[in-house]
């Protein structure tokens, strides 16, 4: 057997270039991601509960289309795009954050992080690999899922209203459902990694994501207005929505932008905190 | 080599590891003993970075771990066999692994028939025994084909045909010119596999040597005799300037004199021995000797007479008892 003998089976290093090395830590998180059953079900979900919830409630609308008052038709006449992406939405948010969260916490549970700190001991190229191929799987995912959403919603409405890609804005808000998607799975590793256990970290963004974020539309005044806009689900989800109020603080890319603020500036936090906890 | 300078650890109010020095050296297996929560573990974790020290250095081949650009190629670790995602097939545990060093696929698959789990590799190791863990951690410490390894309890939860070969295993990588540091609270499979020890307790260094001067150092050299006539000797020996204790089948245990001398006595005054015997203390005797005061964990000593099995109250005395059952059944 290669390793009981005094030949080196294995070179002690081996000469890549930065990149390559950083592309062999992606390969192993993808590695790490695909070989666990539990990832596999929470992104097939993320596709199967968005496009089937768009389907069912834009199917409601459309069967009850007769029957709704004229003042409902004129909201969903200005606006169909955002009721279409909308229906699913709120799945495609829950999956990401769940699933973000877990390629991190999941390690500390079961105890693999030490493995991967043995194997990467500067730790913060895991992190790094972690995100960009977490981001980049979701943001397939995510469009697979908006795209498919969007294509089933405009069919179902197009007796009543005719919906296109091509129309203002409405590209740029199904591209804009991956991105958003794909930066919140980015913030959920940054929220896996600061807290580190599963059940807390889940808690923890769901309950900002879903509830709190939404509730800050209920405070009062100017100051109100302007911690609403800034949170940074709220502003990231400018991109990924059309008809924007006219006076609407953030236009969406600024939006978006304000968001990877955020998770940059969390992101950061987590980075720092992995390279000094012990693990 | 790991060289170890200064090391301490603090978590809290307490120092687990204690301004802790040693070095290990290729070519031989080093056993690193010490009583529970004695800081083995912290020390290892600290040698390869997952702690971060409160003072010292650990370098491996002059350098820090968290320096080593291909840490698994140079330096192989078994920390916590069970620290293994449950979901995943022990190939792709291994696998993730070799990905971040560039190692191959087909190291993986040596590494899985090397430790015996081949059949069971595409398998979840949640249904892995506690052995079979072992095994793949074992495996991942040995993927990069390292020439240190760092082995916490490795042999825990093998049976005894995986404690054999793992000892054999690791003599052989020793022989080959690596360093092996194993961790054990097994003092007899210590005795059996480590030429070098690094004692530890309570995070402090308490001895560094090889196995054999370590045993013959710390426990007390004693000679069993029996003679036809005990007191004639026993007088012979404490003139000489021994000690001598009966024991119950007649023997006398004789110390601070060696065999040969008590040969001589008895010979000089024509007492017939039946048997000479110097006995040799075990690596445990040696251990605990040495670690008495240092242990933190310790149960009560078991002094005095057999604890006898208590003895059922008589008949009568549960008679009623069953009476008043039977009564409340009706």
Redesign the interface.
Same mark, same amino acid.
């Given at each position: 057997m290669t390793a009981t003998t005094a030949q080196r089976a294995v070179p002690t290093s081996s000469d890549r270039s930065a990149i390559t090395r950083f592309g062999n830590l992606v390969g192993s998180e993808w590695t790490k991601l695909t070989s666990v059953r539990s990832t596999i079900w929470a992104l097939l979900l993320l596709v199967i509960l968005s496009v089937s919830f768009t389907g069912l409630l834009i199917g409601l609308i459309s069967g009850q289309w007769d029957t709704i008052t004229e003042q409902q038709r004129q909201v969903i006449r200005l606006d169909p795009v955002s009721q279409i992406l909308g229906a699913g939405f709120q799945f495609s948010q829950l999956a990401v954050c769940v699933l973000g969260v877990l390629v991190v916490t999941s390690e500390y549970t079961t105890g693999t992080i030490r493995a991967s700190m043995l194997a990467v001991p500067r730790r913060i190229p895991v992190l790094a690999a972690k995100v960009v191929l977490f981001a980049g799987v979701t943001f397939m995912v995510a469009e697979v899922a908006a795209f498919s959403s969007f294509f089933l919603g405009a069919a179902i409405l197009s007796p009543h209203i005719p919906v296109s890609l091509t129309a203002p804005g409405v590209l740029r808000a199904v591209i804009g459902a991956g991105l958003y998607i794909s930066m919140l799975g980015i913030f959920a590793i940054a929220v896996g990694t600061l807290i580190r256990h599963t059940a807390a970290a889940i808690t923890g963004i769901i309950g900002f994501v879903l509830v709190l974020a939404p509730l800050t539309l209920l405070l009062p005044g100017n100051l109100g207005k302007y911690v609403y806009a800034y949170l940074p689900t709220n502003a990231g989800q400018q991109l990924a929505t059309t008809g924007q109020a006219a006076d609407a603080l953030l236009s969406p890319w600024q939006g978006f932008g304000v968001f990877a603020l955020w998770t940059a500036a969390l992101l950061t936090l987590a980075a720092y905190l992995l390279q000094r906890r012990d693990v | 080599m790991i060289e170890v300078r200064d090391l301490s650890k603090r978590y809290g109010d307490t120092l687990a590891v204690d301004h802790l020095s040693f070095t290990v050296y290729p070519g031989s297996v080093t056993g690193f003993l010490g009583p529970n929560g004695a800081g083995k573990s912290t020390t290892m974790?600290l040698i390869?970075? #997952?702690?971060?020290a409160t003072t010292g250095t650990a370098t491996i081949n002059g350098v820090a771990? =968290?320096d #080593? +650009?291909?840490?698994?190629? /140079?330096v192989g =670790?078994l920390? $916590?066999a069970? =620290? /293994?995602? +449950?979901?995943? &097939?022990a190939f792709?545990?291994l @696998?993730?692994?070799a990905?971040?060093? =560039?190692?191959g696929r087909r190291?993986v698959e $040596?590494?899985l $028939?090397?430790v015996g789990l081949t059949e069971v590799g595409h398998e979840r190791v949640g249904g892995f025994s506690l052995g079979m863990r072992q095994r793949l951690g074992i495996a &991942?410490a @040995?993927?990069?084909?390292p020439?240190v390894l760092i082995l916490d309890e490795p042999v825990n939860g093998l049976d005894p045909d995986g404690i054999f070969w793992f000892r054999n #295993?690791i003599r052989? #990588?020793a022989a080959?010119?690596r360093t092996v540091l194993v961790s054990s609270h097994l003092m007899t499979e210590m005795a059996l596999t480590a030429e070098n020890l690094i004692v530890i307790g309570r995070g402090r260094l308490i001895a560094q040597s090889s196995t054999a001067e370590f045993i013959s150092a710390n426990s007390e050299h004693s000679v069993r005799v029996l003679t036809p006539d005990p007191d004639r000797l026993s007088q012979l020996i404490l003139t000489a300037g021994g000690t001598v204790t009966r024991s119950a089948d007649g023997a006398l245990t004789v110390a601070l004199i060696d065999a040969a001398r008590i040969g001589d006595l008895a010979a000089s005054a024509a007492v017939t021995l039946h048997e000479l015997s110097p006995q040799v203390a075990s690596l445990e005797e040696a251990f605990m000797e040495r670690t008495h005061e240092s242990r933190q964990y310790r149960g009560a000593d078991i002094v005095g007479e057999p604890l006898p099995v208590p003895v059922p109250a008589p008949a009568a005395a549960i008679a009623p008892a069953q009476g008043t059952l039977a009564g409340t059944s009706r």
């Open positions: - | 974790r390869t970075g #997952l702690d971060r771990y =968290a #080593l +650009p291909d840490p698994l190629r /140079v =670790a920390l $916590e069970g =620290a /293994v995602h +449950p979901g995943r &097939s792709n545990h @696998l993730f692994l990905r971040t060093q =560039a190692i190291r $040596e590494m $028939e090397l &991942s @040995l993927l990069g084909d020439e #295993l052989h #990588l080959g010119g």
